[in-house]
Nanobody, 125 residues
Framework: QVQLVESGGGLVQAGGSLRLSCAAS????????MGWFRQAPGKEPEFVAA????????RYADSVKGRFTISRDNVKNTVYLQMNSLKPEDTAVYYC??????????????????WGQGTQVTVSS
């Protein structure tokens, strides 16, 4: 089994920054793509960013491009999401996920086979 534990969420003013972390255990972290998704109240889960197993490929949702950066440390078994210039519309529960073996970069919720418990990000105006 895979365990994913997110941290780093919180309350921040618009224009501020947060860095989310997702610590993984239970399988060979460096072999799998990872993704960040978010879900606001009453909405479907939304893709935010994803990174390939080696870290050489990353993808971003248009809404966060230029503001968020995904990275990973395969020694520490951790994936990060650096969020800058935060906006109130970024408010959501943020989840990290581990991709299925066949998926290089997870862009959709169904590309994931393991999820973390989520961390709340609230951006005040």
């Amino acid at each position: 089994q895979v365990q994913l534990v997110e941290s780093g969420g919180g309350l921040v003013q618009a224009g501020g920054s947060l860095r989310l972390s997702c610590a993984a255990s239970g399988r060979t972290f460096s072999r799998y793509g990872m993704g960040w998704f978010r879900q606001a109240p009453g909405k479907e889960p939304e893709f935010v960013a994803a990174i390939s197993a080696s870290g050489g490929i990353n993808r971003y949702a248009d809404s966060v491009k230029g503001r968020f950066t995904i990275s990973r440390d395969n020694v520490k078994n951790t994936v990060y999401l650096q969020m800058n210039s935060l906006k109130p519309e970024d408010t959501a529960v943020y989840y990290c996920g581990a991709a299925r073996v066949s998926t290089i970069v997870p862009l959709h919720p169904h590309d994931l086979d393991h999820w973390g418990q989520g961390t709340q990000v609230t951006v005040s105006s």
